[in-house]
């Protein structure tokens, strides 16, 4: 490297900066390198610098463009992590050599931060074994919520377009190895086209994170949550909240948690409600473990360590993987109040990598209730009334159909109590040309009581089911037909060994 090229002087620059914060700390400040920045962490604090670099997708190379980029990330990411994002300094030179504020002239700029924990991030979490499942539902709300209060792409823009995929596309072309993969993201294009502008129309085009790798999501003060989202260019954060989402699950996929991926996803769209997202979700996907795949290999080349990063190629890898991993399929539980039907599900739609919709959530979400939030005084009349159910089951029933359409496996969760309910989603799968199978979970009714008294105890489970409700389904549960019964996977609570949701699901995926 030449020693007076602008990166070169930034370099010693931050070198410099380095032993003044050990000097003030009073202990050794550490630099991590990054390929685009440079973060010095103190004792309680980390200041973060741009590289002075002009590459594909951002220009650093000016102070006012880094103090743009610091700006920015400032105001950003203080949405996810006020508590971390402090401000942004100055770095001064008054002769004496730099520092961080003071007096002297200008050479640079930096976001300060607040350090956290040692071990807080999720990539780190994975590597100890101790991300469960509680932090990646707790994930999922965050961001549901957070995606719902982001600003809204303006009506006619650019952003999340078909156009704008397509140009993120074209600058992953040299990351895509094999002609199949290449043909494959060439018709996704051509068919989300029409999806991607439905989309943008409704609103679902936001101001999002941008960049929700494991190295970028953390557990704060006992609170799941994100920082160092994307700042230097608004198309790669102006996306379809459906992109953002994207990012964690395919990490997850990368790094051998496909349980807790697929939890992820179903925790988020069961907060969000928006299973519309589904037609996109496979080829985001794919798209950032590209992304994933070409920040790896550009850290390489630069010699450094990209954040949270993990093997260029098995990144390209999971996106071939991705890309073929269609397998169409609906399930449906079958039970009584308290027979297990939505443990039995979150089980399967883990081993199995499907998505789940289920009947007390969607329910409620009628209603503009969350799903824990009692309807009891706050609807008069109810949500239990026949007209309810209706429309609750054609509200399953219209997502299992845009979820099969997108080469998911489905699982709707509800009772299915009565023939004809359980007929028209068998018509569903047979018009569609898929598998279809009855996931028939059974108890006995002293169990069925017992398990309903806790979980009303408890209260925080969505069914609002008592034991007077209880009491009469049992009498309108109309039996399997033979013909169901012949689809039937039956997971009985009072077997001497009951069978697995993980068995259930090898079961389920085994059916043709």
């Given at each position: 490297?030449?020693?007076?090229?602008?990166?070169?002087?930034?370099?010693?620059?931050v070198?410099?900066?380095?032993?003044?914060?050990?000097?003030?700390d009073?202990?050794?400040?550490?630099?991590?390198?990054?390929h685009?920045?440079?973060l010095l962490l103190g004792?309680?604090?980390?200041?973060?610098?741009?590289?002075?670099?002009?590459?594909?997708?951002?220009?650093g190379?000016?102070?006012?463009?880094r103090r743009?980029f610091?700006?920015?990330?400032?105001?950003l990411n203080?949405?996810?992590a006020?508590?971390?994002?402090?401000?942004?300094v100055?770095?001064?030179?008054?002769?004496?050599g730099?520092?961080?504020?003071?007096?002297?002239?200008?050479?640079d700029?930096a976001?300060?931060?607040?350090r956290?924990?040692e071990?807080?991030?999720?990539?780190?979490?994975?590597?100890?074994?101790?991300?469960?499942?509680?932090h990646?539902?707790?994930?999922?709300?965050?961001?549901a919520?957070?995606?719902?209060?982001?600003?809204?792409?303006?009506?006619?823009?650019?952003?999340?377009?078909?156009?704008?995929h397509?140009?993120?596309?074209?600058?992953l072309e040299?990351?895509?190895?094999?002609?199949a993969l290449?043909a494959w993201?060439?018709?996704?294009?051509?068919?989300?086209?029409?999806?991607?502008?439905?989309?943008?129309?409704?609103?679902?085009?936001?101001?999002?994170?941008?960049?929700?790798h494991?190295?970028?999501?953390?557990?704060?003060?006992?609170?799941?949550?994100a920082?160092?989202?994307?700042?230097?260019?608004?198309?790669l954060?102006?996306?379809?909240v459906?992109?953002?989402?994207?990012?964690?699950?395919?990490?997850l996929?990368?790094?051998?948690?496909?349980?807790?991926?697929?939890?992820?996803?179903?925790?988020?769209?069961?907060?969000?409600?928006?299973y519309?997202?589904?037609?996109?979700?496979?080829?985001?996907?794919?798209?950032?473990?590209?992304?994933?795949a070409?920040?790896?290999t550009?850290?390489?080349?630069?010699?450094?360590?990209?954040?949270?990063?993990?093997?260029?190629s098995?990144?390209?890898?999971?996106?071939?993987?991705?890309?073929?991993?269609?397998?169409?399929r609906?399930?449906?539980?079958?039970?009584?109040?308290?027979?297990?039907?939505?443990?039995?599900?979150?089980?399967?739609?883990?081993?199995?990598g499907?998505?789940?919709?289920r009947?007390?959530v969607e329910r409620?979400?009628?209603f503009g209730?969350e799903?824990?939030?009692?309807?009891?005084?706050r609807v008069?009349?109810?949500?239990?009334?026949?007209?309810?159910?209706?429309?609750t089951?054609a509200?399953?029933?219209?997502?299992?159909?845009t979820?099969?359409?997108?080469?998911?496996p489905?699982?709707?969760?509800?009772?299915?109590?009565?023939?004809?309910?359980?007929?028209?989603?068998?018509?569903?799968?047979?018009?569609?040309?898929?598998?279809?199978?009855?996931?028939?979970c059974?108890?006995?009714?002293?169990?069925?009581?017992?398990?309903?008294?806790a979980?009303?105890?408890?209260?925080?489970?969505?069914?609002?089911?008592d034991?007077?409700?209880l009491?009469?389904l049992?009498g309108?549960d109309?039996?399997?037909?033979?013909s169901?019964?012949?689809?039937?996977?039956?997971?009985?609570?009072?077997?001497?060994?009951?069978?697995?949701?993980?068995?259930?699901?090898?079961?389920?995926?085994?059916?043709s």
């Open positions: 490297m030449n020693p007076s090229s602008p990166l070169a002087v930034a370099r010693e620059r070198a410099a900066l380095q032993a003044s914060l050990t000097a003030t009073g202990v050794p400040a550490t630099l991590i390198e990054t685009i920045s440079w004792r309680t604090t980390v200041y973060k610098l741009k590289k002075p670099l002009r590459l594909s997708f951002l220009d190379t000016t102070l006012a463009a743009r610091c700006e920015e990330e400032l105001r203080r949405r996810l006020p508590s971390l994002y402090l401000d942004v100055e770095v001064c030179d008054n002769g004496q730099p520092t961080f504020g003071g007096p002297g002239t200008v050479l700029v976001v300060h931060m607040r956290f924990p071990g807080a991030l999720w990539r780190d979490m994975l590597r100890a074994d101790t991300l469960a499942p509680h990646v539902d707790a994930m999922a709300k965050t961001l919520a957070f995606h719902r209060d982001a600003a809204v792409a303006p009506a006619g823009s650019a952003f999340g377009s078909a156009a704008a397509a140009q993120v596309v074209q600058g040299e990351t895509v190895e094999t002609p290449r993201m060439a018709g996704q294009l051509q068919a989300l086209a029409p999806w991607w502008a439905a989309r943008q129309r409704e609103g679902h085009v936001r101001e999002c994170h941008g960049d929700l494991l190295g970028n999501v953390l557990q704060l003060e006992g609170q799941a949550t920082f160092d989202g994307i700042e230097f260019d608004p198309a954060r102006w996306i379809d459906v992109d953002d989402i994207a990012f964690l699950a395919m990490d996929l990368a790094n051998d948690r496909r349980q807790l991926a697929f939890r992820f996803i179903n925790a988020y769209l069961s907060a969000s409600g928006d519309d997202a589904l037609p996109g979700l496979r080829f985001a996907m794919v798209c950032r473990a590209l992304v994933r070409q920040v790896t550009l850290a390489e080349r630069q010699g450094v360590q990209a954040v949270g990063a993990g093997d260029a098995a990144y390209l890898a999971l996106a071939e993987a991705l890309s073929t991993a269609g397998d169409a609906l399930a449906i539980t079958h039970g009584l109040p308290g027979s297990g039907k939505s443990f039995v599900s979150q089980g399967v739609l883990e081993a199995a499907a998505i789940c919709v009947s007390d409620k979400r009628l209730l799903a824990h939030a009692s309807s009891r005084d008069p009349g109810g949500i239990y009334d026949a007209a309810t159910t209706h429309r089951y509200r399953l029933q219209q997502v299992a159909e979820a099969l359409r997108a080469g998911w489905v699982i709707v969760d509800a009772a299915f109590l009565r023939h004809s309910e359980r007929a028209a989603f068998a018509a569903l799968a047979a018009a569609m040309g898929v598998p279809f199978a009855v996931l028939d059974r108890a006995a009714l002293p169990l069925l009581r017992q398990r309903v008294q979980r009303q105890a408890v209260g925080t489970d969505p069914s609002e089911a034991l007077a409700v009491e009469k049992a309108a109309e039996a399997l037909s033979a169901e019964r012949a689809a039937a996977i039956v997971a009985d609570a009072d077997a001497p060994a009951p069978v697995s949701p993980q068995a259930i699901a090898a079961q389920w995926l085994a059916a």
